[in-house]
């Protein structure tokens, strides 16, 4: 348990997470934080970009990225990933200064699970994390019963 976060939830512990964010202070803060919470492996990738060529080569439980980078955006990253079948399960945390209702009803159309709104505290984080992580084990056993039905009919 880290003093500042309080309780870590259960979710949060043993993940390897992906950080997607063109400001590398962030992305060394939120690695610090993340591994506070007891994530396994935190991997940096500075653009949706490499990102996907972490995902096509390594087991990935969560991705977090920014909204704004150069580039590729987070709206993107997140479309590709719920296109492609492997990346379709991941859970996805879209960190963001945009806090209007609009924007976050786009980010979750494009297939993201949480969406944190910055500045955040250390428990929000954790929070935001832990809940996306949830449902991605929801959506991952869905994917699971459903590809099992689609082979039980012999396609």
């Known amino acids: 348990m880290n003093s500042e976060i309080g309780p870590v939830p259960p979710a949060v ?12 202070a962030l992305r060394g803060a939120l690695r610090a934080a993340l591994s506070a919470m007891g994530c396994a492996r ?9 990102a996907l060529n972490v995902i096509a080569v390594e ?15 987070g709206l993107e990253l997140a ?31 494009a297939g993201v699970d949480r969406f944190i709104v910055k500045p955040f505290t250390a428990k929000a984080l954790a929070y935001g994390v832990a809940a996306a992580a949830r449902g991605g084990a929801a959506r991952r056993g869905a994917n699971a019963r459903e590809n ?6 012999g396609a």
Not at 42 to 50: N, P
Not at 59 to 73: A, I, Q, S
Not at 148 to 153: G, I, T, W, Y
């Open 13 to 24: 512990e043993n993940l390897t997470v992906v950080i997607v964010d063109d400001n590398a």
């Open 42 to 50: 935190v991997v940096e990738a500075e653009s949706g970009e490499a």
């Open 59 to 73: 087991h990935v439980d969560l991705v977090m990225t920014d909204w704004k980078m150069r580039g590729m955006d």
């Open 79 to 109: 479309r590709l990933l719920r296109a492609d079948q492997a990346g379709a399960a991941i859970p996805l945390v879209m960190l963001t200064a945009y806090d209007e209702d609009s924007r976050r009803q786009t980010a979750h159309a």
């Open 148 to 153: 099992a039905q689609f082979s039980a009919q």
